[in-house]
């Protein structure tokens, strides 16, 4: 059985930083050959691409947050971070994990919410 476990999330004021962890467990899964990535639904509105990392860690980010969130990953680990700095409250959402090669696979969500 294959689970994603997000942690991290919380709440931060506006122009601060959060990072997201996703650690990934199951006996069959190889994270090393997933592609990882992010996404968050925010109230009323449908979940969106946040950010993504391949087998050999290239990235790719949604124009709301590049310059300002970075994802990594540790393969040793088994664990994929999302580093997000100068947050807005726009960036209020659940965070989800996602891995995918042939297969996906979703976390639970982690909320974040940026308010003063």
């Known amino acids: 059985q294959v689970q994603l476990v997000e942690s991290g999330g919380g709440l931060v004021q506006p122009g601060g930083s959060l990072m997201l962890s996703c650690a990934a467990s199951?006996?069959?899964?190889?994270?090393?050959?997933?592609?990882m990535g992010w996404f968050r639904q925010a109230p009323g509105k449908q979940r969106e691409l946040v950010a993504t990392?391949?087998?050999?860690?290239?990235?790719n980010y949604a124009d709301s947050v590049n310059g300002r969130f970075t994802i990594s990953r540790d393969n040793a680990k088994r664990t994929v971070y999302l580093q997000m700095n100068s947050l807005k409250p726009e960036d209020t959402a659940v965070y989800y994990c996602?891995?995918?090669?042939?297969?996906?696979?979703w976390g639970q969500g982690t909320q974040v919410t940026v308010s003063s």
């Open positions: 996602n891995a995918a090669s042939g297969n996906e696979y």
């Open positions: 199951g006996s069959i899964f190889i994270f090393s050959r997933y592609k």
């Open positions: 990392i391949t087998r050999d860690s290239r990235t």
